[in-house]
């Protein structure tokens, strides 16, 4: 039961890495290839590879080569299952908030049991 | 510059594990006693509170013990923080459609040059 969304697992990991996010957002002003998303980062080739790979397991980023040129695009789609996972808890504790207000507007303003008659 | 945002890397992480989720899922119902949260899930209480902690120092979770219970709740402000990192990569990724498909809507229909005149 607990490992009904193991994709959901994968894309949280991702975002988990500083350098994995500067990714992300890279790729989402459009596609890139691996050596332009390399560029602001202080590390290896390879090392951007496999950060690439990380993404790509996840289901956030995919890659297509052409020629020698491997470029990388952002799943949109991929994004927002992550996105309404935590939306959908957020919106449940509100909607909760919500009904609490609503109980304690309906209720009478009796005088406190206890009060001076 | 990659590491101004370490409570993003802890919420990821933290949402990043099926059991984790699962209490997150719980907490967005109400607050709950660690036992409350243990009960569906198939581990130790020490296990338990091993998640827990690691949901608390990624902000997302609270937690406060009054007399032996220690009730825990969620902090939709964290929540929150870390959707609206995912909501704003994706906002920006469709804004660029948006301006691509104007870009497109505005050229003049000509006809292909090479096309046979």
């Not at 290896?44 to 491997?70: D, M, N, P, T, Y």
Request: include cysteine; proline fraction near 7%.
């Amino acid at each position: 039961m607990l490992n009904q969304s193991p994709s959901l697992d994968l894309m949280f990991q991702a975002l988990a890495d500083p350098t994995r996010r500067v990714m992300v957002e890279r790729l989402s002003r459009g596609p890139a290839p691996v050596s332009e998303l390399a560029k602001p980062l202080a590390m290896s080739l390879s090392a951007v590879v496999q950060h690439l790979q990380e993404l790509q397991a996840s289901g956030l980023v995919r890659s297509e080569k052409v020629g020698r040129v491997r470029t990388c695009r952002i799943d949109p789609a991929a994004l927002r299952i992550a996105e309404e996972w935590i939306a959908a808890r957020r919106a449940i504790w509100e909607r909760r908030l919500d009904r609490l207000g609503e109980f304690l507007a309906a209720q009478p303003d009796e005088p406190n049991q206890g009060s001076k008659s």
